[in-house]
């Protein structure tokens, strides 16, 4: 159980070097670049045939739009943090479609994190509105109105308020569409809201909740890690005709600066994206993670020369096991790694899809990089969030297993 | 025992001593004209709460209407009669909640409303559904499990919709179908033409959902926002095996709002209810803000199949509702002393509705079971999972004839 293993591996010096304190880590200037096509070196020729898995030829939504080459879109770009990205999405959003309303605590005078400033002054009171505090409340308005072939955009404060509406999420919301026969849906809600640790969290404001969603078979879980795929993301999920949950990482609002691209796009729901391809080690995470995975894998490439495949996997349900599959067949191995705790974590449902498929093709054991099985702590949370030195300890000890 | 007996005894007394729930359905014939159309006195039917206007007094219904009530009702007795029978023979399965002992409430509804206005109710929706434009071969079809069936076999006894009738169904949480109704209301109040009156919408819950959580939290929405939703509460007096007196601690329902207005209506009496939403949906749709509606009305059936429903009341209360505030009968008794039918007439009808509820039956059975590869179907907008899973040899669709293993 490596999780519990203190680390003491990497000498004074190296871990200075690396600190994570940076906050205006842009993340622009990581130099693993969103991968396009390309050919990769297959390790395992003979598992060739295998790799198009039962979902489709076309990943994991048979019908989703293709993946947006940013850099190939017209017209400027602008360096944004999250929340901006976000704001400008949602009035995008509110813009092209007139049923739109966004509404949730707070979110008339720009809401806690400001990501609805200036939509109440352009888009008027009966568009962008408070609610009471009532979660339950905010999940049903949204289904309803949803379901009247409407956009509700709904906003929950902190994702650790969402268990209330677990019930509307997971009863109504999830079988809407299912339990009548496809005669009505609530397609057109996206409830989102504010995920992950902040530093300052404590327990009830850094949970993340991907795994307990992850259950509800009927929704899509989506989760963005940066400006870049938050726009969009956001917009395949709001004109998305299945209900979304959009996670935002908090931590990221700020730090995380990109720059996006002025013009429309929408990222395809339900595919995951290899950040860059390698072929010793597939590491996958989602959300604010990847900014430290990123830094695990940049030391293990310069100091270790080992080559890792970085996958954001983006949509948490249904996720894109092919990709992963691909991935894990061409390496033989895979480390996951997310804040939420361990035990029935989504990186649970990873390994277990991965070792039922790719059993031969592992040259050692699958790790999970995980919180620990506790309420996220307040003093101990740089103890206990899965940071680049447990990851990377990971993708050492993989390597050194499979030799 | 003896406070069991003590309060369902309270129950009956306070049903009798209720204004809106006489012994006996007393009206008077206000006025005949010889035109097939008499106005009935409701005197008594309505209690207001924070209210300064109330529902008329009378009604005037022509003889078609009436009948055209009559026979909605009469056919929901006897389909809610069949499931019993088909529930017991086993060909329906899972769980069914009968409405029958309400259906002046359904039809009530149904005649005051457009077909504009949303409705959206808890798991006892067979009659609601059939109400709202479905047929009874396809509410028995989704009951039996068939393809043929609402919600082509998806659903089953909870959760019956209509695309086409604007009804949002059927739903097994209790109590959790009132904040989507209020989103629907919130649509309503959304797309309304300036000018003209809104649509409204109703949720229907019952007396024990009447204390979730959701649905103050809903009220707040609704009377912030002044959508026009209704809150429409079916007291038949039981929240499952709990007599109201015991499940709620202030249990007179549409006094539960303090800014939010409400009405008691007599639910057995199809006309009453009727006049009475004329008014609610009067209201709510000029923008007066939300209602509770409280329809004073019985279930003779148990909570459920598995509930008897006599461990909890008393036989003697439900023989002296069937005998004396039984909808149906009430309805019969009115259309004759109003001249509109006669007694001879009406056992025709009723002979011929008997019939007809058969033949839908018999058609109900012929449809097929439903492909297995439906299970996977409208999970999503676009059907993706079902390459994914596997199904086993010996999947049990509601075929219990066949054997476990299928060879």
Partial sequence: MSHVRSIPLLSKTLRSRFHRGARCWKLGQCRYQSSTSGAFQTRYDDDQDDVVSSFGQNGAFPNSIPEPNLDALPGPKTSMNLFTAINKTLDTALSTDPSAIVFGQDVAFGGVFRCTIGLREKYGAHRVFNTPLTEVGIAGMAIGYASTESTAIGEIQFADYIFPAFDQITNEMAKFRYRSGNQWNCGGCVLRMPCGAVGHGGHYHSQSPEGFLAGCHGIVVVMPRGPKSAKGLLLSSVRSKDPVIFLEPKSLYRAAIEDVPDAEYEIPLGKAEILHEGTDVTVVGWGAQLRTLAKACHIAQNKY???????????????????????????????????????????????????????LSLEAPIKRICGYDTPFPLVFEKHYLPDEYKNLEAILDVVEYSK | MISLARSTLNASRRMAASATATASPQFQLASRSMSSEATFDLTGSFETHKLETAPNNEITMSKEELIGHFKLMYTMRRMEITCDNEYKARNIRGFCHLYDGQEAVATGIQAAFSPDDSWITSYRCHCIALARGGTVATVLAELFGNSGGMTKGKGGSMHFYSKENNFFGGQGIVGAQVPVGAGLAFANKYNAKPGEDMNVAIGCYGDGAANQGQIWESANMASLWKLPMIFCIENNQYGMGTSIDRHSSHSDYYKMGNHIPGIRIDGMNVLAVKEGMRFVKDFCGKGNGPMYVEMMTYRYHGHSMSDPGTTYRNREEIAMTRSTRDPLEFVKKTMIDAGFADADEIKAMEKEIRKEVQKE??????????????????????????????????????????????S
Avoid at chain 1, 319 to 328: A, G, L, N, P
Avoid at chain 2, 361 to 371: D, G, M, Q, S
Avoid at chain 2, 380 to 395: F, G, R, T, W
């Fill in chain 1, 305 to 359: 020369g080992i080559s890792t495949e970085l996958i954001d996997l983006r949509t948490i349900l249904p996720w894109d096991v092919q990709t992963i599959e691909k991935s894990v067949k061409k390496t033989g191995k895979l480390i996951i790694s997310h804040e939420a705790p361990i035990t029935c974590g989504f990186g649970a449902e990873v390994v277990a899809t991965m070792q039922e498929r790719c059993f």
């Fill in chain 2, 361 to 406: 039956v018999l058609k109900a059975k012929e449809f097929p079971l439903p492909a297995p590869e439906s299970l996977f179907d409208y999970v999503y907008a676009k059907d993706l999972v079902a390459e994914n899973q596997e199904m086993p040899n010996h999947i049990r669709m509601p075929n219990y004839e066949k054997s476990f293993w299928a």
